[in-house]
C-alpha cells in the first residue's frame, strides 16, 4: 500500500469520525436533523483536508483542530442547501435535496443555523488567533455570496464575458479552497508569506478545478462519469465552453449554436451531439484546457516555492490536488 | 424638554448616524442593495438601543460600541428577511418585503451575506472579549431560528400548550433582548453577576412586550394601532389569547370557536367581534394581562436590584423599558 495514500486516508478517518459525533442541537427536530443529512451525504471532504494538511505541513498535531477543519466543511454544506433552494434542485449527490425532503422554509432555516455553527466551530481556535481568523473567514464567506448572485446574474444575462466568469468562479468556488488551505497554515502558525502563498494556490487552483468540471460535463468518459455528460448543454449552462463559443461562433455556426440554444422543444442526444461538435469545429476544448492549465502551472508553482518544515505532508498535499486536477469524473 | 428623553434621542441619533454610513459591500447590487433597504425600513433600534443603554449604565463613551451595536440590528433584520420569506409575507413596515421587491433567491442570500456582516460588526469588539461575546452570540442566535422553527411547526398544529407558547417566544424574540443587554455589560467591563441579570430581566420582559403585542392586537384602540386590530384573529394566529381560549372553552363557546377557526370564508368584522366575544367571556384579556404582568415584574424587579456607577442611566434604561410595557400601539 502506498504509505502516503495510507496518510492521508488516516487524517479522512479522524475527521468523519469526529463530525460524526458533533453535536449540532437537539431540538426543534425539524431544525438540526436536515444539518445531519446533509452532512452525511458524502463527499470527498476536499475543505477540511486541505486545512489538515496545511496544518500538518508546519505541525503533526492536526488532531488539535478537528473542530476549526469542519467549520469549512459545514460552511460549505450550508451554502449548498441554501443553493439547492435557489437553483430548485432536486437531488444533490444522488440523494433529494433538503428542501426536497423537508420543504424550502426547513432549507432556509437550518441552512441559517448551520452557518451559525460553522462560527461555532471556528470559536474553537486559540483565542489569540480567532480575530484574524474570523476576519478572513468573513470575507471569503461574504465573497462565495458574491459569487452565487453573480452565477444567478448569469442567467438572465445574453452574454458574459470570460473576465466576468472566472471572477464569479473565482468567488463561488476557489476562494473557499484558498481559505481553507491559508487557514490551515495560520493555525499552525505558519509564516504569512506561507499561508499568503497557500490562499493564492487554493485560488487558482479552484479556478482550474472549475474549468475542469465545465470540461469533464462535455468530454468525460460517460462509462467513468457520475452523471449524464452534455447536462450543461442541454441547460444552456454559461460555462467556460460556451461562453467562448458564442464569443468565437460566425456564420452558419454562430447560428446553429443560436438555435440549439433558443430551441423550447429539442432531443437532448442530438443537442449534446451539435453543441459538442461546434465546441469541436472551433477549438474550445484546446481553448479551455490551456486556460485551465494557466491557472494550475500558476498554483502549484506558488505551492512547489513553499520551503516547509515537513516535505513528506508536501508531497502528500501536491498528490491530492494533482489527483484532483487530474481526475475523470 | 425632559433631560432623560434627549439623551435617548442623542443615542439614537448618534447610532442612526452610524448604520447610515456603515458600507456592507457593493457588488453585486442586488446581494447589497436589499441590505440597506431593509436597515433603513425604519423601525425604533430597540436592540442596539439596549445594548448602548446597558453599556453606558457603567461607561460613558458609548460611540466606541456603536458597530457592535449594530451587530444586533443587523441580526435581527436578517431574522426579519428570511421569516418573512417563510411567512409569506407581503409587506414589512408597510414597504414591500425584500423576497417581493426583489425575489425570494436574493431575499435568501442577501440574508445570509446580512448574517456574515453582522459577525463582521460583533469582530469589532475588544480582542480579549471577542471569545465570550461570539459564544453568547452563537447561541442565542441558534436560539432565534429555534424558535421560529417552533413557530412555524405551530402553524400545522392541532393545540399548543402555554407553556409551549411561552418557550417559543422566548426563543424567538426575547433572548435577543437578553442577549443586547447582556452584551452592553460585558463590552462595559460589568461584573459577570450584573450581565447575568440584565440577561434575564431582558428575557423577563421579552416574554412580556410579546404577549403585549398579542394583547394589542385585539385588543388595541383602532384610532392608535398601526395595523387592522384583529389581524391575529382573522388568521387563527396562535397567540397567547386564543390557546388560552381554546384551553377554556367549552360547550357552545367551544364550538363558537371551532366554527370560527375553521370557517373558509367569512365576514372579517364579525369573525374578529364573535372571537373577541368569546375572549371576552372568558376572560382573556385578565388571563393574559396577568401572565403578562408576571414577567414584567419578574423582570423589573431584577432591573431594579440592579447597582450601577450610573444611575441616572439606570433611569432611562427603566424608563425606555417601561414605555414600551405601557405601549398602545
Keep these: 500500500m502506498d504509505p502516503n495514500k495510507e496518510s492521508v486516508d488516516k487524517i479522512l478517518g ?35 483536508l486541505l486545512t489538515l494538511l496545511a496544518y500538518s505541513l508546519y505541525r503533526d498535531d492536526y488532531e488539535k483542530i478537528l473542530t476549526p477543519a469542519a467549520a469549512v ?10 443553493d439547492d433552494i435557489m437553483d430548485n434542485a432536486p437531488l444533490r449527490r444522488g440523494k433529494a435535496t433538503v428542501h426536497e425532503k423537508w420543504n424550502p422554509n ?26 484574524s481568523v474570523m476576519r478572513l473567514f468573513n470575507k471569503t464567506a461574504a465573497e462565495v455570496c458574491e459569487g452565487q448572485q453573480h452565477d444567478m446574474n448569469f442567467e438572465s444575462r445574453d452574454s458574459v464575458s470570460e473576465e466576468a466568469y472566472i471572477d464569479m468562479i473565482r468567488l463561488k468556488t476557489a476562494v473557499l479552497l484558498g481559505f481553507a488551505l491559508q487557514y490551515g497554515a495560520i493555525l499552525a502558525g505558519a509564516p504569512d508569506a506561507d499561508a499568503g502563498r497557500l490562499y493564492e494556490f487554493g485560488v487558482n487552483i479552484g479556478i482550474g478545478f472549475q474549468l475542469k468540471d465545465d470540461l469533464l460535463d462535455v468530454y468525460a468518459d460517460q462509462a467513468k462519469f457520475g452523471k449524464q455528460v452534455g447536462g450543461d448543454i442541454i441547460s444552456n449552462k454559461k460555462t467556460f465552453l460556451l461562453i467562448k463559443a458564442k464569443e468565437l461562433a ?16 429539442f432531443d437532448k ?9 461546434i465546441y469541436d469545429a472551433l477549438g474550445i476544448r484546446e481553448l479551455t484546457e490551456a486556460k485551465m492549465h494557466q491557472y494550475f502551472e500558476k498554483g502549484f508553482g ?27 469524473k
Tied chains: 1, 2.
Excluded at 466543511?73 to 441554501?82: I, P, R, S
Design 250 to 265: 460566425t456564420g452558419e455556426k454562430q447560428e446553429d449554436l443560436k438555435r440549439w440554444i433558443d430551441a423550447k422543444e
Design 14 to 48: 479522524d475527521f468523519e469520525k469526529h463530525i460524526q459525533t458533533y453535536q449540532y442541537g437537539q431540538s426543534p427536530i425539524e431544525l438540526y436533523e436536515p444539518i445531519s443529512y446533509i452532512m452525511n451525504l458524502g463527499g470527498k471532504r476536499i475543505r477540511p
Design 106 to 131: 426547513i432549507a432556509i432555516l437550518s441552512g441559517d443555523v448551520m452557518l451559525v455553527k460553522a462560527y461555532d466551530m471556528l470559536l474553537e481556535v486559540e483565542k489569540e488567533k480567532l480575530p
Design 73 to 82: 466543511e459545514v460552511f460549505h454544506n450550508f451554502t449548498l442547501m441554501h
Design 269 to 277: 442526444e442530438k443537442k449534446v451531439a451539435a453543441v459538442t461538435k
Design 302 to 328: 506558488q505551492f512547489s516555492s513553499l520551503q516547509v518544515p515537513n516535505p513528506k505532508m508536501k508531497a502528500l498535499l501536491l498528490q491530492l490536488t494533482q489527483d484532483l486536477a487530474n481526475r475523470e
